[in-house]
């Protein structure tokens, strides 16, 4: 039998609105409307926020100077997008991913994919093994994020670790992990995240034990 993780629709939602929202879910801190702004160290990603968004003011930290943070204006076009996905008060353990992001078009739903990976996923090689992995204090958006690599035939696995920080327990990390070398080569095919370094799939025999029948 084949695995099906959902079909494609093709609502039109401007490439701003869904890079911007990928973005702030991941790096973003959008605790009211005069308080939505954006931290990155990834010049790829400086450089693209900086293009779609003129109208953010945009500043670099004192010091850490390769480090820029972005404060948008009440009346920006992210800020009313934010409000219309009850996205404005949410902290990063609340964060969810829009329903809007479910009914896009494959190429969009890669595009919003990329850019959200580009936040706090990464992308390792590891001598002969692969590692595909995205982290957030949000277990219903590392859900969501997992039915939608699913979409596009990327499986994965959900971990809960328990995070500390100087010693002190803060908020646990749910990590998902992508599985198998068919869903890993499926994905550094179709998604291209900014900032993350370009790996091959090993030419080794590989050993899966996830789809078969135990001994």
Not at 187 to 207: M, Y
């Amino acid at each position: 039998a084949l695995k099906c993780g959902g079909t494609f629709d093709d609502v039109s939602v401007p490439k701003e609105r869904i890079i911007g929202t990928a973005y702030l879910l991941g790096d973003g801190s959008m605790k009211s409307r005069l308080q939505v702004t954006m931290t990155a160290a990834c010049p790829d990603i400086i450089t693209e926020f900086s293009v779609l968004f003129p109208e953010a003011h945009k500043a670099q930290r004192t010091k850490a100077p390769h480090i820029y943070y972005f404060r948008f204006p009440t009346a920006s076009a992210i800020v009313a997008w934010l409000e219309e996905d009850n996205l404005i008060g949410k902290i990063s353990d609340t964060k969810t991913i829009p329903s809007w992001v479910f009914s896009l078009s494959k190429e969009d739903t890669v595009l919003f994919i990329s850019r959200l990976w580009a936040t706090d996923g990464s992308i390792k090689k590891y001598h002969k093994q692969i590692s595909i992995t995205y982290a957030s204090c949000s277990k219903v958006m590392v859900l969501q994020l997992q039915s939608l690599l699913a979409k596009l035939n990327i499986f994965s696995t959900l971990r809960h670790k328990q995070a500390f920080c100087k010693g002190v327990r803060c908020k646990d990390v749910f990590e998902l992990r992508v599985e198998t070398r068919a869903s890993c080569k499926t994905f550094l095919d179709l998604i291209q995240v900014p900032g993350k370094p370009v790996v091959c799939i090993p030419q080794t025999l590989e050993n899966n034990n996830r789809d078969v029948v135990p001994i």
